[in-house]
């Protein structure tokens, strides 16, 4: 699996709990003390590194375990 793909299976796991967790990118961003354009950054691929620490924050707001954001579905 290439370097790139990670981040696009994570940020499009991220959008997807995000949704089902009927949260705007605005809100999620306001939980986790993030901006929102880091969120739209993370979803999009565009962003491309973000540390652990952060990730399990996400999770956390999110309601699911770290290893959930690395599914391939």
Not at 44 to 66: F, K, P
């Amino acid at each position: 699996m290439k370097h790139d793909d990670i981040y696009n299976i994570v940020g499009k796991n991220i959008k997807k709990y995000r949704k089902l967790n009927n949260l705007t990118q605005r809100k999620l961003a306001e939980k986790l003390l993030l901006s929102e354009s880091f969120i739209a950054k993370l979803e999009s691929n565009t962003h491309q590194t973000i540390s652990l620490d952060t990730l399990e924050q996400i999770a956390h707001v999110l309601q699911v375990d770290i290893k959930n954001l690395f599914d391939k579905e």
